[in-house]
C-alpha cells in the first residue's frame, strides 16, 4: 500500500513521526515530514521536509501537497505535571491543528487520514474499555486533553461520514508509548522515560511519583506503528480501534524492570503522593485490533524496556 505513494507525516521530530518516517523509509514510501521548531532528527535525502506552523491553514496545504497518505503525529504533548497545572497548553494549539490538517487534507484529495487519538476519552473503569464504551464522562484530570482528542475524533467523523463526497478517516487510540526517541526532558517526558533517566543517572533515592500502584498499559513504539499502519491499511470506514498490548501492570512493576535491566540493585525508593498523577486504573480491550486488523502486539514489556533503555543509553547519555 505505501510503496511507492507519498506519505506525510506531521510531527517530523517528534518520537512517533521520527519511528514512523524510519518504518515507511523502509517500506519503500515517499516521505514528506513536517518541522516547526526543532530541526530534523533523520537525514535522508528520500524525506521531503517542509517546515511550518500547523496552526495555519496555509502551512498545512503546503505540508499535503501531492499526498496521498496522511498521518497526523504533531501534537503538543507533556507529562503529568503539565497535564495538572497549565492543561490549557493541549487545548487551542492541538484543536487548531488537528482541524487544519484535516481541512488542508480534504481540500487537497488525500485517499486516506490517521489521527492518532488517546485512551484518555474513555472514563474512569475496573474492566477493559472497548471503543464504544466512550460516554463523554472523563476523568476529570483529563478533562480538557480528552475533550481535545474527543472533538478532533468528532471532527473526523464529520469528514468521514457526514459529508457528500466523504474522505476515508481513521481514529487509533494507543496504549502508553514508549520506546526509542521518546522524550526524555524532565518538564515533559512521561512515566518510563522519567523512570529510566532516574535509574540510569543513579538517582538515589528514586522518586516515584504517585505510591507506583497506579494500573496502566504500555506499548512499545514499534508495535503501535505496526497497528497505525495496518489500520491504515485495513479500515476503510469511520470505526476507532485501540492499539494496545492487553497486558496491564503498575508503575511499580516497571520500575522493578528497569532495575533490573539496568543493573541497578539495592536501589532506595521513595514514593512522593504530592506529585500530581493521573488515573489509577486503565484497562484496554484489544478485540478489535485483533479480529479486525490482525494486529499483536510482539514486543513484551521486558525486551521493550530493554530496547528503550540501550538506545537511551547510547544516544542521550554522555560518553
Given at each position: 500500500m505505501f510503496k511507492n505513494a507519498n506519505v506525510v507525516v506531521t510531527g517530523g521530530t517528534g518520537f512517533v513521526?521520527?519511528?514512523?518516517?524510519?518504518?515507511?523509509?523502509?517500506?519503500?514510501?515517499?516521505?514528506t515530514a513536517t518541522l516547526h521548531s526543532r530541526n530534523r532528527v533523520i537525514t535522508d535525502e528520500r524525506i521531503r521536509y517542509v517546515r511550518g506552523?500547523?496552526?495555519?491553514?496555509?502551512?498545512?496545504?503546503?505540508?499535503?501537497?501531492?499526498?496521498?497518505?496522511?498521518?497526523?503525529?504533531?501534537?503538543?504533548?507533556?507529562?503529568?505535571?503539565?497535564?495538572?497545572?497549565?492543561?490549557?497548553?493541549?487545548?487551542?494549539?492541538n484543536i487548531l491543528m488537528n482541524v487544519s490538517m484535516?481541512?488542508?487534507?480534504?481540500?487537497?484529495?488525500?485517499?486516506?487520514?490517521?489521527?492518532?487519538?488517546?485512551?484518555?476519552?474513555?472514563?474512569?473503569?475496573?474492566?477493559?474499555?472497548?471503543e464504544d464504551d466512550v460516554t463523554n464522562d472523563f476523568?476529570?484530570?483529563?478533562?480538557i486533553v480528552a475533550w481535545m482528542k474527543r472533538f478532533t475524533e468528532i471532527v473526523c467523523e464529520m469528514y468521514?461520514?457526514?459529508?457528500?463526497?466523504?474522505?476515508?478517516?481513521?481514529?487509533?487510540?494507543?496504549?502508553?508509548?514508549?520506546?526509542?526517541?521518546?522524550?526524555?526532558?524532565?518538564?515533559?517526558?512521561?512515566?518510563?522515560?522519567?523512570?529510566?533517566?532516574?535509574?540510569?543517572?543513579?538517582?538515589?533515592p528514586i522518586e516515584v511519583w504517585g505510591d507506583g500502584n497506579d494500573l496502566k498499559e504500555f506499548i512499545y513504539v514499534q508495535d503501535f506503528i505496526d497497528g497505525m499502519l495496518l489500520a491504515m491499511e485495513k479500515i476503510e470506514c469511520f470505526d476507532p480501534v485501540n492499539i494496545a498490548t492487553g497486558q496491564p501492570c503498575t508503575v511499580n512493576d516497571v520500575l522493578s524492570e528497569i532495575l533490573k535491566i539496568d543493573n541497578y540493585a539495592n536501589a532506595k525508593i521513595v514514593f512522593n503522593t504530592s506529585k500530581p498523577t493521573m488515573i489509577p486504573k486503565r484497562l484496554i480491550d484489544i478485540?478489535?485490533?485483533?479480529?479486525?486488523?490482525?494486529?499483536?502486539?510482539?514486543?513484551?514489556?521486558?525486551?521493550?524496556?530493554r530496547k528503550t533503555i540501550a538506545w537511551y543509553r547510547s544516544t542521550l547519555t554522555p560518553a
Amino acid at each position: 500500500m505505501f510503496k511507492n505513494a507519498n506519505v506525510v507525516v506531521t510531527g517530523g521530530t517528534g518520537f512517533v513521526g521520527v519511528n514512523l518516517i524510519k518504518r515507511l523509509l523502509d517500506i519503500g514510501a515517499n516521505v514528506t515530514a513536517t518541522l516547526h521548531s526543532r530541526n530534523r532528527v533523520i537525514t535522508d535525502e528520500r524525506i521531503r521536509y517542509v517546515r511550518g506552523d500547523l496552526r495555519r491553514q496555509e502551512d498545512c496545504a503546503a505540508a499535503v501537497q501531492g499526498a496521498d497518505y496522511v498521518f497526523m503525529c504533531a501534537a503538543n504533548t507533556s507529562g503529568a505535571a503539565v497535564m495538572d497545572k497549565t492543561p490549557l497548553a493541549h487545548l487551542t494549539p492541538n484543536i487548531l491543528m488537528n482541524v487544519s490538517m484535516l481541512d488542508a487534507a480534504y481540500r487537497a484529495g488525500v485517499k486516506k487520514f490517521l489521527f492518532i487519538s488517546s485512551n484518555t476519552v474513555y472514563p474512569l473503569t475496573d474492566y477493559p474499555v472497548k471503543e464504544d464504551d466512550v460516554t463523554n464522562d472523563f476523568y476529570e484530570k483529563y478533562f480538557i486533553v480528552a475533550w481535545m482528542k474527543r472533538f478532533t475524533e468528532i471532527v473526523c467523523e464529520m469528514y468521514a461520514t457526514k459529508i457528500v463526497k466523504p474522505m476515508k478517516v481513521c481514529v487509533v487510540r494507543p496504549a502508553n508509548i514508549y520506546g526509542e526517541f521518546d522524550d526524555f526532558e524532565w518538564e515533559t517526558s512521561h512515566v518510563i522515560p522519567a523512570l529510566i533517566r532516574k535509574v540510569v543517572e543513579r538517582h538515589d533515592p528514586i522518586e516515584v511519583w504517585g505510591d507506583g500502584n497506579d494500573l496502566k498499559e504500555f506499548i512499545y513504539v514499534q508495535d503501535f506503528i505496526d497497528g497505525m499502519l495496518l489500520a491504515m491499511e485495513k479500515i476503510e470506514c469511520f470505526d476507532p480501534v485501540n492499539i494496545a498490548t492487553g497486558q496491564p501492570c503498575t508503575v511499580n512493576d516497571v520500575l522493578s524492570e528497569i532495575l533490573k535491566i539496568d543493573n541497578y540493585a539495592n536501589a532506595k525508593i521513595v514514593f512522593n503522593t504530592s506529585k500530581p498523577t493521573m488515573i489509577p486504573k486503565r484497562l484496554i480491550d484489544i478485540t478489535k485490533a485483533k479480529s479486525q486488523l490482525g494486529f499483536q502486539a510482539k514486543v513484551g514489556l521486558s525486551d521493550g524496556l530493554r530496547k528503550t533503555i540501550a538506545w537511551y543509553r547510547s544516544t542521550l547519555t554522555p560518553a
